[in-house]
Every structure is written in structure tokens, then in C-alpha cells.
Nanobody, 124 residues
Framework: QVQLVESGGGWVQAGGSLRLSCAASGRTSSNYAMGWFRQAPGKEREFVAAISRSGGSTYYGESVKGRFTIFRNNAQNTVYLQMNSLKPEDTAVYYC?????????????????WGQGTQVTVSS
């Protein structure tokens, strides 16, 4: 079991940046691939990014490629999502996730573990 707690959400103007953090507790996060999903009101859940256990491989959803970066610090059991050039359509609740591999997340299927979510609001 692993528990995930997100932080770093908030309000930002279009073109700005935010960095989300996800602290893992329980089993160490290095045992899991980690990722981020998001869900906007009235929309389907969307895969955002995933990173392998070692951090050597990263994957991104098409809508965030080139703007978002996922990285992790296994010594601190933390994964991050750096979001640059934010757009109003990035407004959503962002969820930190964990699973045995990145395969499930990249396919858009529900990972095994989820955080509570953090709101990101981008104004135009």
C-alpha cells in the first residue's frame, strides 16, 4: 500500500507556471511507477504524465507534451509535475497516481493508487 498526498495547486494566469508535488508514504515510492491524471468538470478523466520507477522513462499526454515535465526524487519519496505555459483548458483537479508500471497509466486506465487531488485553475 502507498498513500499519496498532492500539493502545489492554485490559481495562475494563462502563460504562467505551477509545480505540483506528490508525497508518497507507506511502501516507498521507488517500488511504483508514478503519474498524474486530471479531470475537469463535465469531462472525462485524462492521462497527463507518467514516470518509471527509476525515473529513466517518462510519458506525456498529447495535450501537455512540451509544456509539462514529470520528475521524481526517490530519496524523498516525491514526484513532481512542472507545468509551464499553462492554458485555461489545463484547469482541472490533478491527481497523483501510482501503479506497478507505467503501462496502465499510459493506456489511460485507472492506476491502483490515487491521491485526493489538487485544484489547478488557469484564468485567461
Amino acid at each position: 500500500q502507498v498513500q499519496l498526498v498532492e500539493s502545489g495547486g492554485g490559481w495562475v494566469q494563462a502563460g504562467g507556471s505551477l509545480r505540483l508535488s506528490c508525497a508518497a508514504s507507506g511502501r516507498t515510492s521507488s517500488n511504483y511507477a508514478m503519474g498524474w491524471f486530471r479531470q475537469a468538470p463535465g469531462k472525462e478523466r485524462e492521462f497527463v504524465a507518467a514516470i518509471s520507477r527509476s525515473g529513466g522513462s517518462t510519458y506525456y499526454g498529447e495535450s501537455v507534451k512540451g509544456r509539462f515535465t514529470i520528475f521524481r526524487n526517490n530519496a524523498q519519496n516525491t514526484v513532481y509535475l512542472q507545468m509551464n505555459s499553462l492554458k485555461p483548458e489545463d484547469t482541472a483537479v490533478y491527481y497523483c497516481t501510482a501503479d506497478q508500471s507505467t503501462t496502465t497509466m499510459v493506456a489511460g486506465r485507472a492506476p491502483r493508487f490515487w491521491g485526493q487531488g489538487t485544484q489547478v485553475t488557469v484564468s485567461s
